[in-house]
């Protein structure tokens, strides 16, 4: 009973790192509290009487955890918030070591995860997105993260080398250049409500993408016919649309474009995001009323 009543303290008390480390992994809430009580489970089968650095072999749990999701999450070909808005579920809350959410907790997770960076983190290999997390975000040493991924810590420190790099080309990228103009949204969201396949094709690049949807065809046969409540909206200043439900947001779909072309839509339900983002709706165009 005392080794379990201190992993229930040592549990409870690094909680608030855990809960970030599997929402920067994962990016969704819900996904990460999952993560955490499944840790949980794991630790309460675990044989604690070696551990000299809790925090750092809870932190280990908690990646092992999620690596398993992002990598079933790419075995199913899911993107983390689904294809399509689904309704929001209730938070996850059962089980033994949970604790009411802190509202500072809660405001430092919705800071710390911006959408840009989530579209980024949605572009890396499980593994790779594991080191960038771990090393660069909480400070975990490459030994620690070579053992969770089974592989040395020269090779975690590449995978993280890599993810830093392309986290990095996608930050110095102009915002500007690649957001879209309302209009480009406008006629986006025309074109799929009206199911115009071909007008579809004209806004896409040959090669976009959309979660595990690539190409123009594929994207646009994805749209055709959709997207009737989404309107266009600046959202923390920049167009995209915004699909919404008895007045409450619940997807985001974000563009990224290049030589006027559509490259990139990401889809974002996860209500914990939504519900922080600073969203004003346009009026709607000639274009978007077609």
């Known amino acids: ?47 604690t009487g070696q551990i000299e650095n809790p925090a750092g072999w809870l932190t280990t749990v908690v990646a092992r955890v999620c690596l398993n999701m992002l990598e079933a999450r790419r075995t199913r070909h899911e993107e983390s918030a689904g294809a399509l808005p689904p309704e929001p579920t209730a938070p996850h809350t059962g089980g033994h070591a949970t604790r009411p959410a802190d509202p500072e907790d809660e405001a430092l997770l919705a800071d710390s995860v911006g959408v840009a960076l989530m579209v980024v983190l949605d572009t890396l290999a499980p593994a790779e997105r594991l080191a960038f997390v771990l090393h660069d975000v909480f400070a975990v040493s490459f030994a620690e ?25 996608a930050s110095d990228a102009s915002d500007a250049a690649r957001s879209p103009n309302p209009e480009l949204v406008a006629a986006f969201l025309a074109a799929a409500r009206n199911g115009n396949f071909e007008a579809l094709l004209e806004l896409l ?50 563009f990224t474009v290049s030589d006027g072309k559509i490259t990139h839509i990401a889809i974002d339900t996860d209500p914990d995001r939504l519900r922080h983002l600073d969203i004003v709706f346009l009026p709607a165009r000639d274009k978007e009323r077609q």
């Open 1 to 47: 009973m005392a080794d379990q009543d201190w992993l229930s303290e040592r549990f409870a008390e690094h909680q608030g790192r855990l809960q970030a480390v599997a929402y920067r992994m994962l990016g969704s809430r819900s996904e990460a509290e999952d993560a955490v009580q499944e840790a949980w489970l794991r630790v309460t089968r675990a044989d």
């Open 145 to 169: 993260i070579g053992a969770v991924i089974d592989r040395s810590p020269a090779a975690a420190r590449q995978l993280a080398s890599r993810a830093r790099r392309r986290v990095q080309r």
């Open 205 to 254: 690049d040959p090669d976009v993408v959309v979660g595990e949807i690539r190409g123009g065809h594929a994207v646009a046969a994805f749209f055709t016919g959709r997207a009737e409540a989404a309107r266009v909206a600046l959202v923390d200043g920049v167009p995209s649309a915004v699909w919404s439900h008895r007045g409450l947001p619940k997807a985001l779909f974000t």
